[in-house]
């Protein structure tokens, strides 16, 4: 209460603080990196990572461009390598001419080296960078490659999918948050009851997403998922704590209409003692996601949770001080709710709790399957649209050479030479395998090494460490590439065991393999901690049970639905809206099971609590749900990444399916297991005795 009134005499000064925290925040924004591409967040210990790590450490380079050059005369493709070699950060380029002269016709050469390199008039090319894909000098040098290249160049691999990646994002980021605000600005214009009060509501959500995205400069970096999804989720599940503020100083005006600054004070004081108490269960799912193996979990956690945080501390400072600075400015502004009374329809919802149990029963068992068998992709390229440069490259070298991806095999430099050449032998036989180049299948079993030239050798060649390239039919994350990879790995590891399969195809594989298990885990905790909040909060054994019942089973209906609409998703959406979804709408379920509680305490049938509970707790629900779907749905229908674009889309799907099983489902519960729910309450008849 104290505090609450030093917040709101210091208004000014809290204001003045508040606009000086945006320079830092500024800063903190432009410092911090992004990170585009989501294979660098496999854990460590992995074997196709630690080969990444042996590629940058040893060969000097940690990723490769494969570029089809079409209707390109040799001098003219000699000409192109020697740009390339030229830019910064390109340390090496592959083609023909680096193999043999130029001046030998190509028909007098053997396929095996022909062929590599050569399809009709098309020649392919392999740019090789000195760091990782998704650094940014390996963007900044595949853009430059883009510059310097016509037409007949295509572009392909993983990092100018990352380089499209980050160009669409940062195209689309700031309509994100325009989008976003403007709808999330209808819905409050629609159910507050001042024009004037949305637009502080959305400054106040403003300044702690500002101030939540400059402190990430201490993170180092963040991913573009982080990055794209942090205002919307932040302007999501915050809004309500905004609403409870204006609530309870509207409701204190009444009781003190001479004193403005006691009414904040003690609003403030009754919105941080329950948006505390709402926020814990958002933050505890967020959390939950920190504990994934794969980092992205724990870099969306910590972004998230904080950013929860300094939402309830800018609803108790920042935003205060607004409404009493403009608090003549709000009450001229003031209007009717322009949504009509409610209580028939509560009444309705109530009168009808058998019809709903009904429905439930019925959809559970459908929603439960499509849940559990709903398709999942893990190709990285799947999630971007089809004209983009990366996307139709890759599709170049599938249509010309019959390539979709390439795998890497590092093996000891001094393994015998006939060995090496009995394992790509034997790869070349494995099923969808295209090519294979080695330094060994360059110049055959009857010539020596030398005779290739040092450029190739060096390229191929580290102190410790031989490369080899494997040149797959398959695409990436699909059964057969899975499939290839293991076989390509027996074959490998059981004539040279410390040799390592790697590449971007074994990574995904291995992707595919971490998030499953990451899946199950997060889920599992993430119920369990809201369980135990829950259960401390009501101090009922009961309670915790129906609540995550009903919002795992709007997780489960919306989950569902692309299953039915045969729509595959992006595995990032699989693994956060299970826990985002539990931890950001449960609230609405809490909300009205408090105010049935206390109904009940205060001595009302069952009947009447439920009727009271419903109908004062409906509008809050709606205006949440509808601001949390406005928030995510107009980004799902703008994004063109579809990383972004289908967590959103599930995001907006399951605030409003949520919204319904707790408008719907909630009194029935509590109709159903009423008594249980009383016996199953600690203290419950001893508060009850007190009311009465």
């Known amino acids: 209460m104290k505090l609450g009134e030093w917040i709101a005499r210091r208004r000014i000064l809290i204001l003045l603080i508040g606009m000086l925290l945006l320079i830092p925040s500024v800063l903190g924004i432009i410092g ?3 990170n585009y591409d989501l294979l660098s967040y496999l854990p460590d210990s992995l074997e196709t990572v630690e080969g990444q790590n042996i590629m940058v450490d040893e060969f000097g380079t940690g990723a490769f461009s494969m570029c089809v050059l079409e209707g390109m005369p040799m001098k003219e493709v000699q000409k192109l390598a020697d740009a390339f070699k030229e830019i910064p950060h390109v340390k090496n380029v592959l083609w023909y001419g680096e193999v043999v002269d130029i001046s030998i016709p190509p028909q007098l050469l053997p396929d095996n080296i022909r062929k590599k390199f050569m399809d009709g008039d098309a020649q392919l090319l392999v740019t090789f960078y000195d760091d990782t894909t998704s650094s940014d000098a390996s963007m900044d040098a595949l853009t430059q490659m883009r510059k310097i290249a016509d037409e007949r160049c295509f572009i392909g691999g993983m990092t100018g999918l990352v380089t499209d990646i980050k160009n669409l994002c940062m195209e ?19 159910t507050m009851e001042s024009y004037a009060v949305p637009f502080f509501f959305l400054l106040g959500v403003g300044l702690a997403i500002l101030y939540n995205l400059g402190s990430n400069f201490f993170l180092g970096s963040i991913s573009y998922v982080t990055q794209a999804l942090t205002a919307v989720l932040q302007l999501a599940v915050t809004m309500d704590y905004s609403i409870f503020l204006l609530d309870s100083y509207e409701e204190n005006k009444e009781k003190y209409p001479d004193d403005r600054e006691k009414a904040m004070g003690l609003a403030i004081h009754q919105t941080f003692r329950s ?26 956690g910590i972004v998230m949770s904080k950013g929860v945080v300094i939402g309830v501390l800018c609803c108790v400072t920042i935003l205060p001080s607004m409404i009493l600075v403009f608090d003549g400015v709000i009450e001229k502004t003031s209007h009717r709710r322009f949504i009509p009374d409610l209580d028939g329809v509560s009444a309705f919802i109530i009168r009808h709790y058998r019809l709903w149990l009904l429905i439930f029963l019925l959809v559970a068992a459908p929603a439960l399957y499509g849940s559990r068998n709903v398709s999942i992709y893990y190709n990285i390229s799947q999630a971007l649209p089809e004209d983009i440069p990366g996307n139709i490259a890759n599709k170049k070298l599938k249509q010309t050479f019959h390539m979709n991806t390439t795998h890497l095999i590092l093996m000891d430099r001094n393994t015998d030479s006939a060995v090496k050449r009995e394992i790509f032998e034997k790869i070349d036989q494995v099923d969808g395998v295209k090519f294979t180049m080695s330094l060994p299948s360059m110049v055959g079993p009857l010539l020596p090494m030398e005779l290739l030239p040092s450029g190739v050798t060096d390229m191929l060649r580290s102190e410790d460490h031989e490369m080899g390239l494997v040149v797959s039919e398959y695409e990436e994350a699909t059964k057969e590439a899975n499939a290839q990879i293991a076989q390509i790995d027996e074959i490998v590891k059981t004539r040279d065991p410390e040799a390592m399969v790697i590449g971007e195809a074994p990574m995904m594989k291995d992707l595919e393999d971490t998030t499953n298990v990451d899946i199950r885990r997060v ?11 829950i259960l401390l909060v009501f101090r009922s054994v009961l309670l915790p049970f129906l609540l995550v019942l009903v919002i795992e089973f709007a997780i489960n209906v919306n989950m569902a639905v692309p299953f039915y609409q045969h729509i595959s998703l992006a595995f990032v959406a699989s693994i956060v809206i299970g826990t985002i979804q539990l931890g950001a709408t449960v609230d609405y379920a809490i909300l009205m099971t408090n105010r049935f509680l206390a109904e009940r305490m205060a001595g009302k049938t069952k009947e009447e609590a439920v ?8 509008l809050s629900i709606i205006t949440s749900g509808c601001s949390f779907f406005v928030a995510t749905f107009g980004v799902s229908a703008y994004s063109r990444v579809d990383m972004i674009g289908s967590i959103c889309t599930l995001l907006a799907r399951g605030a409003l399916v ?33 009311a009465v």
């Open 523 to 533: 889920n599992f905790l993430s119920m369990a901690a809201i369980f135990i909040i």
């Open 611 to 618: 009727a009271v509970a419903h109908r004062t707790c409906i």
């Open 275 to 300: 948006v505390v108490g709402s926020s814990v269960t958002t933050v505890a799912g967020f959390l939950a996601l920190c504990v994934m193996t794969f980092g992205l979990g724990r870099d969306l």
């Open 658 to 690: 949520s919204m319904a099983s707790v408008i719907l489902l909630m009194p029935a519960m509590f109709m159903l297991f009423d008594g249980i729910i009383l016996r199953t309450t600690a203290g419950f008849r001893k508060k009850q005795k007190a």
């Open 32 to 34: 911090t990196r992004v």
């Open 172 to 190: 689309e980021l700031p309509v994100y948050v325009v989008i976003a605000s403007i709808l999330s600005l209808i819905v409050l214009e629609l």
